[in-house]
């Protein structure tokens, strides 16, 4: 029964919904241009990289295992997203991205129980190449965050400098990344006392997951990069 109201609210909001844009198809410049011309319809298996099996029954890397392992050892050993790998019956494919904004897809195929790789196609989407630049920029966007962090710990606001990000850990079950940053806050204009706070901020609702404080009189003893 909740099924079929969602249903029908879903039928009833979009028939009552006034259209502000047309939706239009992608044209096939767009499809050039961000996706491979593969056909993925009969695909059986879809990994990720960590959940792969490469060991058969017996214990052993398995035909595809190997040449998977291959393909990763090589041009694709350091990724900005994680592989992926699809399987029909005698047909895989390879997908990852790396830094640079390069995709790579790799066309495997099984002959006589032995697995190779019969193509490769590149493309390449525009990145940001200066990694400082992307930080601050990142930094900048969630300013308005640590502050409330800051304010939460301290019960009063609290200003901040020299801030960096340490570490980025992905979820992608749950969508979610758990970032950690490290600043020194100060009561200004740039007074004392000073903090030596690392900060973990799950996104995006923003949640604090962890903070730590370390209490620091002499700002030039705090081992921190500026930038």
């Known amino acids: 029964m909740k099924k079929l109201y969602l249903i029908f609210f879903f039928i009833f909001f979009f028939n009552n919904t006034p259209v502000f844009a047309n939706q239009k198809a992608p044209s096939q410049e767009f499809i050039n241009k961000y996706y491979f011309n593969v056909d993925l319809k009969g695909v059986k298996d879809t990994y990720f990289f960590r959940e792969f099996p490469f060991y058969n029954k017996n214990s052993q890397v398995s035909p595809l295992g190997k040449v998977v392992l291959s393909v990763l050892q090589g041009d694709l050993w350091t990724w900005v997203r994680e592989p992926m790998i699809y399987i029909k019956e005698d047909i895989a494919y390879i997908h990852a991205v790396k830094e640079d904004g390069l995709n790579l897809l790799y066309t495997l195929k099984k002959e006589d129980n032995v697995w190779k790789v019969v193509k490769i196609e590149k493309k390449k989407l525009s ?26 710990y301290y019960g009063e606001p609290r ?44 996104i995006p609702d923003f949640k604090v997951i962890k903070y730590e404080h370390k209490d620091v009189t002499d700002i030039g003893n705090i081992p921190l990069e500026t930038h």
């Open 159 to 202: 200003l901040f400098q020299s801030e960096r990000v340490v570490n980025i850990v992905r979820d992608e079950f749950n969508d979610k990344y758990y970032v950690t940053v490290q600043i020194v806050t100060y009561e200004g204009p740039i007074m004392p006392p000073y903090g030596f706070d690392t900060i973990t901020l799950r």
């Open 127 to 152: 990145t940001i190449d200066s990694k400082v630049m992307l930080e601050k920029a990142f930094l900048r966007a969630i300013g308005t965050e640590i502050l409330n962090a800051t304010k939460t």
